[in-house]
């Protein structure tokens, strides 16, 4: 049973990231004295968003395909090629700003939000392709993945707009 939950955890780690997001947005929020703004809200949801869903979920992306890209290419329904390093360097650079941004300006954080934006959109269009025209249903290709290729963006576009929106 443990290990089916961490299987199902780690394989749907863009899911489970936005999950620990939130679980740590809410523990920010409630610890900080009463009254409690909608300013402070978005503030911790947005902070928590960036470290997780961008910081660290782009740092497990980097690792899993540099490090583990014969296994992440499996997941995905794709063969092994030179690919899988770069993607996982692009996802090194996301990790960074995202990180950087969790605590940083707002210019900082539109950064961290369009870049890996524009990154899972395009990801999610090309998982509809091989859907299409390959018939890949694999679960890195058709599964939680290609959902939270969307989710991911359109949270992160609302939370921006939300804190731009905010005093």
């Given at each position: 049973?443990?290990?089916?939950?961490?299987?199902?955890?780690?394989?749907?780690?863009?899911l489970s990231?936005?999950a620990?997001?939130?679980?740590a947005?809410?523990?920010a929020?409630?610890?900080?004295p009463?009254p409690?703004?909608?300013?402070?809200?978005?503030e911790?949801?947005?902070s928590?968003?960036?470290?997780?869903?961008?910081?660290?979920?782009?740092l497990?992306?980097?690792?899993m395909h540099?490090?583990?890209?014969e296994m992440?290419?499996?997941?995905?329904?794709?063969?092994q090629?030179?690919?899988q390093?770069e993607?996982?360097?692009a996802?090194?650079g996301?990790?960074?700003?995202?990180?950087?941004?969790?605590?940083?300006?707002f210019?900082?954080?539109?950064?961290?939000?369009i870049g890996p934006?524009a990154?899972l959109l395009g990801?999610?269009?090309?998982?509809?392709?091989q859907?299409i025209?390959?018939?890949?249903?694999?679960p890195?290709n058709?599964?939680v993945?290609?959902w939270?290729?969307?989710l991911?963006?359109?949270?992160?576009?609302?939370?921006l707009?939300?804190q731009r929106?905010s005093?």
């Amino acid at each position: 049973m443990i290990e089916s939950v961490i299987r199902f955890a780690l394989s749907n780690f863009t899911l489970s990231f936005l999950a620990a997001g939130l679980v740590a947005s809410a523990v920010a929020y409630f610890a900080k004295p009463a009254p409690r703004t909608r300013a402070q809200l978005v503030e911790s949801l947005f902070s928590y968003f960036l470290l997780f869903s961008v910081g660290i979920g782009f740092l497990y992306n980097f690792v899993m395909h540099v490090f583990f890209g014969e296994m992440a290419a499996r997941f995905i329904g794709w063969a092994q090629s030179p690919f899988q390093t770069e993607v996982g360097f692009a996802s090194l650079g996301f990790a960074l700003v995202g990180l950087l941004a969790f605590r940083g300006s707002f210019g900082l954080r539109l950064a961290a939000v369009i870049g890996p934006s524009a990154f899972l959109l395009g990801a999610a269009g090309g998982h509809i392709y091989q859907m299409i025209t390959a018939r890949n249903f694999a679960p890195g290709n058709a599964g939680v993945i290609f959902w939270t290729d969307i989710l991911v963006p359109l949270a992160g576009l609302t939370l921006l707009f939300l804190q731009r929106r905010s005093p």
